[in-house]
């Protein structure tokens, strides 16, 4: 039986590999050929359309602030999703159930609440309640922050849940406590092995700023669509270019994550070689460095 987790195709599954390729590559090139043709019929191609996006007034007043005000909206909810999510996972996970019951509560709720209905409810809600007005930035980031930390709040608890609890129990076997094993021990690992988890729900999060139309946030989508549009008459060819920003900015964030973790894997790397570990005699090694024992008079 093979050990390995992967085996090489043979010579017909590369055949019927490649013949596949070639198929979905015809299929894909038609299917773009089909749509550039639907575009030209209706037009969509005519270069009036086109040339606000070679002036620098269109990126000055209209695509540049809307990427900052998406950036900044999505930082801010990144950061708070993120801590949102680690404090209600522990929670979740807590012996005492007047934390772990209500933690759970919370976390279902804000999860089964559309994010939209959420961002118009603070808006338009919450200033009944607080008797004052809620800025649009601040409903989109508490929207955001809310329903991102409780699909979070599931994936760590997941993560911590999959480490070997042989490592808590050693923990604990030398005097950790309950606290110093998860900040130490389960969520440093959890969240490792959960970055691809991560990594798409932060991807997701920054898709969703775009939600902040609803209460006229002036975000990416409002600004260089809507707004653009209505001056320039060409909601298509913005769409396209405001798709276009969306996909590179998502593309650096999957990159940033995909590099933090290789650098993380080195690093454990490094740290498990300079582990000492039992030469011959039993005394330590470390690295490459052999330890010998004394003979024994």
Excluded: C
Aim: net charge positive; no cysteine.
């Amino acid at each position: 039986m093979s050990t390995l987790l992967y085996d090489h195709p043979g010579p017909r599954a590369r055949i019927r590999n490649r013949i596949l390729s070639v198929v979905f590559g015809i299929g894909l090139a038609a299917v773009l050929w089909w749509v550039y043709a639907k575009f030209d019929q209706a037009n969509q191609w005519e270069g009036w359309l086109w040339k606000p996006f070679t002036e620098a007034a269109t990126w000055t007043q209209f695509i540049l602030p809307g990427l900052r005000a998406t950036l900044w909206a999505a930082a801010v909810a990144m950061v708070l999703s993120l801590a949102f999510g680690i404090i209600f996972a522990v929670g979740r996970l807590s012996d005492h159930w007047w934390i772990s019951i209500p933690a759970g509560a919370v976390v279902e709720f804000f999860r089964a609440v559309p994010l939209l209905l959420m961002i118009f409810f603070i808006f338009y809600g919450v200033p009944f309640l607080i008797q004052g007005p809620v800025s649009a930035f601040w409903a989109v980031v508490v929207g955001l922050t809310l329903y991102n930390g409780s699909v979070l709040a599931e994936a760590f608890r997941a993560g911590i849940r999959s480490v070997p609890t042989g490592q808590s129990e050693a923990a604990y076997a030398v005097g950790m406590r309950k606290s110093q094993v998860m900040q130490l021990i389960l969520v440093p690992q959890a969240a490792r092995a959960m970055l691809p988890v991560i990594v798409s729900q932060l991807v997701v999060l920054l898709k969703d700023t775009a939600l902040g139309y609803i209460v006229a946030f002036p975000e990416l989508l409002q600004r260089g669509v809507n707004d653009l549009s209505a001056n320039r008459g060409n909601v298509v060819a913005a769409a396209m270019v405001v798709a276009v920003i969306y996909i590179v900015l998502n593309s650096l964030l999957t990159s940033l994550a995909g590099w933090l973790d290789r650098r993380s894997s080195r690093r454990a790397f490094r740290i498990s070689k300079q582990t000492p570990k039992p030469g011959p005699g039993g005394t330590a090694t470390a690295g490459n460095v052999t330890g010998v024992t004394e003979p024994q008079g």
